[in-house]
């Protein structure tokens, strides 16, 4: 006997993005509203350096929603969840870790959880929202320009292995992300300049007038000039969001968000991590911008343009010395975009617009990558 299991879904994963400076209450409202809908236990999910800076206020914000919500009733529980910030803890161990909590404060599937932090938490926290309890909702509360930029949108989640970054996760879209972007005045300069690494990537795909924008006023970033950064965050947020909604099964047209990440992803892993992403994704945009102005993609004032919108960005254009080339090429080919032993690119088609080699049958589904040979790689790494 033969059954079939006829499981045809439609899913409504909607959600709203939230971009402002300050946005705690906001956040208070709007927990305060779903709590009264539904009640659920609160995991805020964050690291050691958000949680120093911010922790305190963001549970007590959290509680007062709780209470308010009960109205006079018991009011929910909330608890933090701490893990050592940075990429390192983006692992199997630390996602048990934080799981084990969950259940030792006797949560189950009435759990709504909250990342609180930049792209390390906001994915770790989707990652254990979409496999606790076989997924609970989780929110978003982001606190980098790398996470308004590019981690927020997309429901991309996962931790990293020694063998690859990101190699286990899943797709689990958030029910609400916020990006203050008041927080941003307490993160490093190195990483206001890697969220904007990935800004400039996608002016560069996307939007020629938005590269101008940035040309004009990147260094305002760096002063926290609130209209500024709430522009930024806004036209990453539309940018990758046009892309993805486009094709959120990863068809043909999201290899554009590639940009600059085939050399880039091969520099973060040759310099042991030494180089932040962004910094790495900078010198692999101008790796690109240089092979396509050899191709005739671009030319040479588009390579002059993009070079120096970096270095006010205060981000490397070139390799550093102590990387080793030779590693580097032969890391090329651990890349996703490989085929049949090939190295493939992306390529910007002057400013604002992408190269697309070969049409789909649908918008999600045509090509915009290429290949390129190994000693043609070689030549452009050795020039940078
Ligand atoms: N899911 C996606 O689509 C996607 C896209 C891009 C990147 N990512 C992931 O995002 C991660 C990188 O993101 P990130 O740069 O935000 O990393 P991160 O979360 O590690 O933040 C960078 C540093 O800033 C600190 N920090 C965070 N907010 C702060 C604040 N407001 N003030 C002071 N310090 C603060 C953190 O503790 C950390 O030390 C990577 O793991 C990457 O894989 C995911
Ligand atoms: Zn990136």
Redesign the pocket.
């Known amino acids: 006997m033969k059954f079939h299991v006829n499981l045809v879904k439609t899913v409504d994963d909607s959600y709203d993005i939230e971009i402002g400076s300050n946005l705690l209450n906001n956040l208070k409202e709007y927990l305060t509203e779903s709590l009264q809908q539904q009640k659920r236990n609160i995991a805020i999910i964050t690291?050691?350096?958000?949680h120093t800076?911010?922790g305190k206020n963001f549970e007590k914000i959290v509680k007062e929603a709780a209470i308010q919500a009960a109205a006079g009733e018991n009011a929910v529980k909330v608890n933090t969840v701490v893990f050592p910030?940075?990429?390192k803890s983006?692992t199997r161990k630390i996602k048990e870790y934080i799981e084990d909590k969950l259940i030792e404060w006797g949560y189950r599937r009435d759990t709504l959880i909250i990342a609180h932090?930049?792209?390390?938490?906001?994915?770790m926290a989707?990652f254990v929202a979409g496999t606790f309890a076989r997924g609970v909702p989780f929110i978003n509360y982001a606190?980098?320009?790398?996470?308004a930029a590019?981690?927020s949108?997309?429901?991309?989640?996962?931790v990293?292995t020694e063998a690859a970054?990101?190699l286990i996760g899943l797709i689990y879209q958030p029910k609400k992300v916020f990006i203050d972007t008041a927080?941003?005045?307490?993160?490093?300069q190195r990483?206001v300049s890697?969220?904007l690494a990935?800004t400039i990537k996608h002016a560069c795909m996307a939007d020629k007038e938005f590269f101008g924008y940035l040309e004009e006023n990147i260094e305002k970033v760096f002063d926290m000039d609130s209209q500024v950064c709430k522009h930024i965050a806004e036209k990453n947020c539309e940018i990758k969001y046009n892309v993805v909604m486009i094709d959120e099964k990863e068809q043909g047209l999201r290899e554009i968000l590639n940009l600059g990440h085939t050399v880039g992803r091969a520099i973060e892993t040759v310099s042991d991590y030494t180089l932040?992403?962004?910094e790495a994704v900078s010198i692999g945009i101008m790796a690109q911008i240089k092979l396509g102005r050899k191709f005739g993609y671009c030319t040479q004032d588009d390579v002059n343009r993009v070079e120096s919108l970096l270095e006010k960005a205060k981000l490397p254009v070139k390799i550093p010395q102590e990387i080793d080339k030779e590693a580097l090429v032969k890391k090329l080919y651990t890349d996703k975009k490989v085929r049949g032993g090939k190295l493939r690119f992306v390529f910007q088609k002057g400013i604002g617009q992408m190269v697309q080699f070969a049409p789909g049958t649908n918008a999600a589904n045509a090509v915009y990558s290429n290949f390129v040979s190994e000693d043609t790689a070689r030549s452009i790494i050795s020039e940078l």
């Not at 690291?47 to 958000?50: E, F, P, Q, Y």
């Not at 932090?117 to 994915?123: A, S």
């Not at 927080?183 to 490093?188: D, G, M, R």
């Open positions: 690291d050691s350096n958000v800076i911010y910030a940075g990429e983006k932090g930049g792209g390390v938490v906001t994915d989707g606190t980098t320009l790398l996470a590019d981690a949108v997309g429901g991309k989640t996962a990293d970054t990101n927080t941003w005045k307490t993160l490093e990483d890697g969220g990935e932040y992403h962004g």
